[in-house]
């Protein structure tokens, strides 16, 4: 079983920038994929980037190709989220999660999930 803890999120006025972490428990860390998705009010809980096992393989939605990069560190069970040049429609919570699958971009696949982190994004 996996625990997973955001941080880092806040308010940021467009153009700025963020990193969020994500703190998991467990010695088998280096066996999940991890993502990041996010959720604003109203829609559903979309994908925003994945890592496989090793960090070989990565996956970014559209909306922040370019902008993010997710990473990980299997030493410390951490896994980030670096968000630049941030727009408002980037405002959401954002959760961690963890898949048994190498890495998904599908909540489907995703057996566990932090609490979620909100990111305000100012115009």
């Known amino acids: 079983q996996v625990q997973l803890v955001e941080s880092g999120g806040g308010l940021v006025q467009a153009g700025g920038s963020l990193r969020l972490s994500c703190a998991a428990s467990g010695r088998t860390f280096s066996s999940y994929g991890m993502g990041w998705f996010r959720q604003a009010p109203g829609k559903e809980r979309e994908f925003v980037a994945a890592?496989?096992?090793?960090?070989?393989?990565?996956d970014y939605a559209d909306s922040v190709k370019g902008r993010f990069t997710i990473s990980r560190d299997n030493a410390k069970n951490t896994v980030s989220l670096q968000m630049n040049s941030l727009k408002p429609e980037d405002t959401a919570v954002y959760y961690c999660?963890?898949?048994?699958?190498?890495?998904?971009?599908?909540?489907?696949?995703?057996?566990?999930w932090g609490q979620g982190t909100q990111v305000t994004v100012s115009s």
């Open positions: 999660g963890a898949t048994l699958q190498r890495y998904a971009n599908s909540r489907l696949f995703y057996k566990y």
């Open positions: 890592i496989s096992w090793t960090g070989e393989n990565i």
